[in-house]
């Protein structure tokens, strides 16, 4: 038998070609790297017994079918903000891109916390009411700083050196701050629900890349947008797949050390095209982002203890299935969840604002403990070279349900870390900034 046409490597996939109308398909003009794609179409049939006399069955009719499957990718800088968003489903108006963040935290007593920026200064003020605020710290007058003409990594330091506080910037440059973005009362830290870091990103002017804030709005109508999606296995002219109404049912962004980051999406479609031919753009020049550029923050624990970690978005996708439709009349999210896992060094020391063990302890304790993690590549977004495709994602409030030591042997001691993102009233479940080349809304 001879192959004519030999797949593998030479099968192409494009996605994420956002639907005006949720299952009218709409070509998608970029191909996007990927590792696998195992998406099936599958026939729902009804069995016509045998009838009598007869032994075996008699027919199986077709009454309709499914498109459903996983798609394994490298995270990619250019596209990965398109599955977030595609995940998720929200998108503010896009700001100038991102350099880098500026991230503080609140360690001290008292129950709520927040920081205002004037010209000069940062201020820092608490309370215990979540109303009457009384001042803190003025990092800028107390430290003899001028916050409108230092930099940002003096800024750091500034806030470094007051009890009760602690700050980390994280990015491309350490440049002048006045790029920061405005703030106005950023509550911090709340004893009992969980608010977690104040964050802001270091904003540069560019005409060609922009800072996307993705999230999920937590009302009970809210819904994850649909994308048409193309897939050319090699099979012939026309006769590749066209795939609408898609919808991600899951993701999961996995870190590992020497590796890079992946990208494992679980899907569905309304209705599949076999007729289709693929005229997408060539798959871009680009890299996947690495782990040794990954910044994880656990508990404002600026933390290089993490072996392994994986964040998982599950939407729990309903179908809405209706007499004289092949497939379903629409799918939409309901009850979705957020999760976290992976493991880390056990260590305990005396600077007990860095010691792992103290995670076990908030598991017990039942309070939630806040995950950040940053993603930066080493290509630029931008023409004059100034800004990296990076991404922020932030999970606010994780209450863990496995944190205890493991030991296996001659090994180091590891601690599994294992949660679920619990509701904070302070703001989303998950908050991702994502810095890239597409400058309008999604």
């Known amino acids: 038998m001879t192959i004519s046409r030999p797949i593998g490597k030479n099968s192409r996939l494009a996605a994420f070609k956002k639907e005006t109308i949720e299952g009218t398909f709409v070509a998608p003009t970029q191909s996007q790297h990927f590792v696998s794609e195992g998406l099936k179409y599958a026939p729902q ?134 790029n920061l973005a405005d703030w106005t009362n950023v509550t911090m830290k709340s004893d009992d629900v969980k608010v977690g870091a104040c964050i802001q990103p270091y904003l540069f002017t560019s005409i060609v890349s922009k800072c996307h804030k993705i999230s999920a709005d937590n ?117 979705a969840s957020i999760e976290v896992s992976g493991n880390m060094n056990l260590t305990v020391t005396d600077a007990t604002d860095e010691e792992t063990i103290a995670l076990q302890g908030k598991m017990q304790n039942d309070t939630p403990i806040e995950v950040i993690m940053y993603l930066e590549s080493d290509v630029y977004s931008d023409l004059a070279g100034f800004v990296k495709y990076n991404v922020l994602v932030r999970v606010r409030a994780v209450k863990l349900t496995d944190c205890s030591p493991v030991v296996s042997g001659p090994d180091r001691i590891t601690l599994p870390l294992a949660g679920k993102a619990v509701a904070s009233s302070f703001g989303n479940h998950i908050d991702v900034w994502c810095t890239n080349t597409k400058i309008a809304q999604y």
Request: proline content about 4%; overall charge negative.
């Open 219 to 335: 009302t009970a109508l809210a819904d994850i947008p649909s994308f048409s999606m193309a897939i050319d296995r090699n099979f012939g002219t026309a006769k590749d797949i066209g795939l609408a109404g898609c919808k991600i049912s899951s993701l999961a962004l996995k870190v590992d050390p020497k590796n890079l980051v992946g990208l494992s999406l679980s899907m569905t479609a309304k209705s599949q095209d076999n007729a289709y031919t693929y005229a997408a753009a060539a798959v871009p020049t680009s890299k996947p982002f690495t782990t040794n550029l990954v910044s994880m923050f656990v508990d404002s624990m600026v933390t290089q203890e993490v072996k392994d970690f994986s964040l998982t978005i599950n939407n729990n996708l309903f179908k809405d299935e209706a007499v004289g439709v092949d497939t379903f009349n629409a799918q939409g999210r309901q009850g």
């Open 45 to 178: 049939s009804i069995e016509d017994p045998s009838n009598i006399g007869q032994l075996f069955t008699s027919d199986m009719i077709k009454s309709g079918y499914s498109v459903e499957g996983a798609v394994e990718m490298k995270a990619h800088p250019y596209f990965t903000g398109d599955a977030l968003f595609f995940t998720l489903g929200k998108d503010d108006t896009p700001i100038n891109p991102a350099q880098g963040f500026l991230i503080i935290w609140y360690t001290g007593t008292k129950k709520y916390s927040r920081i205002r920026k004037t010209t000069l200064d940062l201020i820092a003020e608490v309370c215990d009411d979540g109303v009457t605020w009384v001042a803190d710290v003025a990092f800028g007058t107390a430290g003899t700083y001028a916050i409108g003409t230092g930099v940002l990594s003096a800024i750091v330091t500034a806030i470094n050196g007051f009890v009760g506080y602690k700050a980390k910037y994280v990015g491309y440059a350490s440049s002048p701050v006045a």
